[in-house]
């Protein structure tokens, strides 16, 4: 692929735009090289197990890497899976190495909730680095459409604390929702404000061909939908899907051994935050988001303001927004108006969940880490399609688990 | 004696089936933790004493629960908060007696023993909540 000569630079908040701040500054170096990804169409797949749905997202990252011959190339798989609940099945790992053909390498399944994969591409990471492992396969799965929405509420709602949230019947939404009311109180951001990310992300989920959703709603359709929980309605939450996600990664030494078009990943941060909710500081941003963003701005050596595009973690759609603020392309309460410039629809200075986001695209939970990292090798290897950010070159996914008691932030950069 | 008793979640729950609102306070430290915690995440002692805490405070944040899993559902749409102590703690829980128009972010709530109880199979703890 021919990289354009000019870039967009981001100076979000900035009244006039830039143009042509170039990356060059860029000097974090890769950590490990994305050689092949995968995901599965993203819906309701009836009569599929999860095993069957994530050959489909392994079948499509092999065949993306035809030089890779997976039985004796990979050296080892992390996968991130919620529950067990959904389908009786536990050691996700093994079940996946053996249904994918692989038998016999180390395989882990790793569980953070909702951010689940985001973690298995983190332990990916440090499997590959350790040089412990050459190639990795990290990816993540989840089947949940069998199940009725109040035990789908019951099982995400596993990953709050059991003995002062749960207990109090404080659901997965309704934790949201307390932090959406606490910014609304804070900063004045309203239910309207929130409800764009919806339209947004149903706009660009509608140019995404493995969506759930993809068709486009008005800001009238997510105001008239039912509370799930104050202030958040239907339509802010994000789907009970069933997918699967995975990436093939190696150390970025040998990336070129098996395709001229890797994805270098430059920046890798997670960080926790207390289980209960009600414990924390804020209730108006995520600290874990902020840790973690920290550590992988670091790492990569870049300001949030080179970050091209990015997959946020729009569970609800005020957790995209507080995740603006969260990872800096906002000040703190600035959320709002950001959603509202357009800046982060496709077309604008820093595109957001161009995938159509958890949202839209859906929330397998435990595919979803990977899947963001999925999005990331589509658009930096120009092959995103109708929703191809233009002259993507750096991208960053932020993957959350719970409430926010994990945070997972990864950036990407293409190969120059 | 309130001191020789474990410093657990359980403990804490058979203390409001008591009707008093208990924490475990660090005594190396000074920090209060509720819920009690096995060690101090401030200094990481394991010498604590229960301490009688005021069940009075102010309304943080708050959500209206419409959609909840099946031991709740009939409940809906119910309110739950989160609930900052005189003493600077903050506990979520159900707030009773008020409909949502009536409810503001700052306003003194109270934590009210034992009305708030649906039956469960595990674990069979007393739910507290709070009210005007």
Same mark, same amino acid.
């Given at each position: 692929?021919?990289?354009?000569?000019?870039?967009?630079?981001?100076?979000?908040?900035?009244?006039?735009?830039?143009? +042509?701040?170039?990356?060059?500054?860029?000097? /974090?170096?890769? @950590?490990?090289?994305? *050689?092949? #990804?995968? &995901? !599965?169409?993203?819906?309701?797949?009836?009569?599929?197990?999860?095993?069957?749905?994530?050959?489909?997202?392994?079948?499509?990252?092999?065949?993306?890497?035809?030089?890779?011959?997976?039985?004796?190339?990979?050296?080892?798989?992390?996968?991130?899976?919620?529950?067990?609940?959904?389908?009786?099945?536990?050691?996700?790992?093994?079940?996946?190495?053996?249904?994918?053909?692989?038998?016999?390498?180390?395989?882990?399944? +790793?569980?953070?909730?909702?951010?689940?994969? /985001?973690?298995? @591409?983190?332990?990916? *990471?440090? #499997?590959? &680095? !350790?040089?412990?492992?050459?190639?990795?396969?990290?990816?993540?799965?989840?089947?949940?459409?069998?199940?009725?929405?109040?035990?789908?509420?019951?099982?995400?709602?596993?990953?709050?604390?059991?003995?002062?949230?749960?207990?109090?019947?404080?659901?997965?939404?309704?934790?949201?929702?307390?932090?959406?009311?606490?910014?609304?109180?804070?900063?004045?951001?309203?239910?309207?404000?929130?409800?764009?990310?919806?339209?947004?992300?149903?706009?660009?989920?509608?140019?995404?061909?493995?969506?759930?959703?993809?068709?486009?709603?008005?800001?009238?359709?997510?105001?008239?939908?039912?509370?799930?929980?104050?202030?958040?309605?239907?339509?802010?939450?994000?789907?009970?899907?069933?997918?699967?996600?995975?990436?093939?990664?190696?150390?970025?030494?040998?990336?070129?051994?098996?395709?001229?078009?890797?994805?270098?990943?430059?920046?890798?941060?997670?960080?926790?935050?207390?289980?209960?909710?009600?414990?924390?500081?804020?209730?108006?941003?995520?600290?874990?988001?902020?840790?973690?963003?920290?550590?992988?701005?670091?790492?990569?050596?870049?300001?949030?303001?080179?970050?091209?595009?990015?997959?946020?973690?729009?569970?609800?759609?005020?957790?995209?927004?507080?995740?603006?603020?969260?990872?800096?392309?906002?000040?703190?309460?600035?959320?709002?108006?950001?959603?509202?410039?357009?800046?982060?629809?496709?077309?604008?200075?820093?595109?957001?969940?161009?995938?159509?986001?958890?949202?839209?695209?859906?929330?397998?939970?435990?595919?979803?880490?990977?899947?963001?990292?999925?999005?990331?090798?589509?658009?930096?290897?120009?092959?995103?399609?109708?929703?191809?950010?233009?002259?993507?070159?750096?991208?960053?996914?932020?993957?959350?688990?719970?409430?926010?008691?994990?945070?997972?932030?990864?950036?990407?950069?293409?190969?120059? | 004696?309130?001191?020789?008793?474990?410093?657990?979640?359980?403990?804490?729950?058979?203390?409001?089936?008591?009707?008093?609102?208990?924490?475990?306070?660090?005594?190396?430290?000074?920090?209060?933790?509720?819920?009690?915690?096995?060690?101090?995440?401030?200094?990481?002692?394991?010498?604590?004493?229960?301490?009688?805490?005021?069940?009075?405070?102010?309304?943080?944040?708050?959500?209206?629960?419409?959609?909840?899993?099946?031991?709740?559902?009939?409940?809906?749409?119910?309110?739950?908060?989160?609930?900052?102590?005189?003493?600077?703690?903050?506990?979520?829980?159900?707030?009773?007696?008020?409909?949502?128009?009536?409810?503001?972010?700052?306003?003194?709530?109270?934590?009210?023993?034992?009305?708030?109880?649906?039956?469960?199979?595990?674990?069979?703890?007393?739910?507290?909540?709070?009210?005007?």
């Amino acid at each position: 692929m021919v990289k354009p000569a000019l870039l967009y630079g981001f100076y979000l908040g900035a009244a006039s735009i830039i143009g +042509t701040q170039r990356n060059i500054g860029l000097n /974090g170096k890769p @950590l490990v090289s994305i *050689i092949g #990804a995968g &995901m !599965s169409k993203f819906g309701k797949h009836e009569g599929l197990l999860a095993r069957e749905i994530f050959g489909e997202a392994a079948s499509e990252a092999f065949s993306r890497c035809p030089k890779l011959n997976p039985k004796q190339d990979i050296k080892a798989m992390f996968i991130g899976h919620m529950g067990e609940a959904y389908e009786h099945q536990g050691h996700t790992g093994s079940t996946l190495a053996d249904w994918t053909g692989l038998t016999g390498i180390p395989a882990t399944r +790793t569980e953070a909730a909702c951010a689940s994969s /985001g973690a298995a @591409l983190r332990v990916g *990471i440090y #499997a590959t &680095m !350790s040089g412990l492992a050459d190639v990795v396969l990290v990816g993540g799965v989840e089947k949940m459409t069998h199940r009725t929405t109040s035990e789908v509420t019951e099982y995400l709602a596993m990953a709050s604390d059991y003995p002062f949230e749960q207990f109090h019947g404080i659901t997965f939404p309704g934790l949201f929702a307390l932090m959406a009311t606490a910014h609304m109180n804070a900063y004045g951001t309203t239910e309207q404000q929130i409800a764009l990310a919806a339209v947004k992300n149903h706009y660009h989920g509608s140019l995404n061909p493995k969506a759930h959703m993809q068709k486009e709603i008005n800001l009238e359709t997510v105001m008239a939908s039912r509370y799930v929980a104050w202030p958040l309605k239907l339509y802010d939450c994000s789907l009970i899907t069933d997918g699967a996600s995975c990436i093939i990664l190696t150390k970025p030494e040998l990336a070129s051994k098996y395709t001229d078009q890797p994805v270098h990943i430059v920046g890798s941060g997670q960080a926790s935050d207390t289980i209960g909710l009600y414990e924390r500081k804020s209730f108006t941003s995520l600290n874990a988001t902020k840790l973690a963003a920290k550590t992988a701005y670091k790492m990569a050596k870049i300001t949030p303001k080179q970050v091209n595009f990015a997959e946020v973690h729009d569970c609800f759609t005020f957790a995209e927004l507080m995740a603006y603020e969260d990872l800096d392309f906002c000040k703190p309460g600035g959320s709002g108006k950001l959603i509202e410039s357009g800046k982060t629809r496709l077309g604008g200075q820093i595109p957001i969940n161009t995938s159509g986001g958890l949202k839209a695209k859906g929330h397998p939970v435990g595919a979803t880490g990977t899947a963001q990292a999925y999005e990331m090798y589509l658009q930096l290897t120009g092959q995103a399609g109708k929703r191809q950010v233009k002259d993507a070159e750096v991208g960053l996914t932020h993957n959350v688990g719970g409430s926010g008691a994990t945070a997972a932030v990864h950036i990407f950069r293409s190969a120059q | 004696m309130s001191t020789q008793l474990p410093f657990t979640i359980e403990q804490f729950y058979k203390f409001l089936n008591q009707k008093k609102l208990m924490a475990g306070k660090c005594q190396k430290c000074g920090k209060i933790h509720l819920p009690p915690r096995p060690l101090c995440d401030n200094c990481f002692s394991r010498d604590f004493e229960w301490i009688s805490v005021s069940g009075k405070g102010k309304l943080l944040t708050y959500t209206v629960i419409h959609i909840a899993p099946a031991q709740f559902q009939a409940l809906t749409p119910y309110v739950v908060g989160i609930i900052q102590l005189e003493n600077g703690i903050k506990i979520p829980g159900m707030v009773q007696s008020l409909k949502q128009e009536q409810l503001v972010i700052g306003m003194e709530l109270t934590l009210d023993f034992g009305t708030c109880n649906t039956t469960q199979q595990w674990p069979q703890w007393q739910r507290y909540c709070f009210k005007p």
